[in-house]
């Protein structure tokens, strides 16, 4: 069966460095989206992306994010500088469509340490 | 706005059942269900997108009452598999792209 894949599994950074965090959604996909997940609390919405741009985003996605398709299977959240409070778990997801009866299918996280 | 749901942990002895509610402070339009195990991600488990709409998977199935802004989930007989964190996620509007919210999630344990 199909899966969205994500690299790496756990990072440990340094505050104010740049991370990259990849992922490869499920191929026929074309809605991409990224989530947060803090130790122990709810799992956030941070973008969605579609045709090559975002087409919501919530309020954590400040100027520091930005997310990229840069080939036909990767799609990458950047985190510019990074803080203590960005460390989580990302979550990466796809849907077929970007519409409600869609089921978005998550790829196992990325652990993101700062330290 | 973030659903809230209620409660926020369960611990059931298996073969016994459970509801998890979530309800919403503004007018809904669907009703995402997601299990998460600790240090997975979450699984999908349904979408309810009609008013009044029931819909089931073996022994977990749930409603969505539109009017009064809340759904719920039902496990029914439950098995230790069901373990886990229970997620509802809510979506306002019907057009436009999917931006689900979260709830803080439910923590279900089932003992033998």
């Known amino acids: 069966e199909p899966e969205v894949t994500q690299t790496p599994s756990h990072q440990v950074t340094q505050m104010g460095q740049e991370v990259i965090l990849r992922c490869v959604p499920i191929?026929?996909?074309?809605?991409f989206y990224w989530y947060r997940q803090i130790l122990g609390q709810k799992v956030e919405f941070l973008v969605s992306?579609?045709?090559?741009?975002?087409?919501?985003k919530s309020e954590i996605f400040d100027d520091q994010f930005s997310v990229e398709r840069p080939d036909g299977s990767n799609f990458t959240l950047k985190i510019r500088s990074t803080k203590l409070e960005d460390s989580a778990m990302y979550f990466c997801?796809?849907?077929?469509?970007?519409?409600?009866?869609?089921?978005?299918?998550f790829g196992p996280g990325t652990r993101l340490t700062v330290l | 706005q973030q659903p809230v749901q209620s409660p926020q942990a369960v611990i059931l002895r298996e073969g016994e059942d459970a509801v998890i509610n979530c309800s919403s402070s503004?007018?809904?339009?669907?009703v995402h269900w997601y299990r998460q195990k600790h240090g997975e991600a979450p699984v999908f488990l349904m979408i309810?997108?009609?008013?009044?709409e029931q819909k089931g998977h073996e022994k977990i199935s749930a409603s969505f009452n539109e009017k009064k802004q809340q759904s719920s989930l039902y496990l029914t007989a439950s098995q230790l598999s069901y373990s886990g964190t229970y997620f509802c996620?809510?979506?306002?509007?019907?057009?436009?792209?999917?931006?689900?919210?979260f709830g803080i999630g439910t923590k279900l344990q089932v003992i033998p």
């Open positions: 503004k007018a809904l339009y669907s």
């Open positions: 309810l997108l009609k008013g009044g």
């Open positions: 992306f579609y045709n090559n741009e975002i087409s919501e």
């Open positions: 191929s026929n996909h074309l809605y």
């Open positions: 996620g809510t979506e306002r509007n019907s057009g436009g792209y999917q931006k689900v919210t």
């Open positions: 997801a796809s849907s077929n469509s970007g519409i409600s009866t869609d089921t978005q299918y």
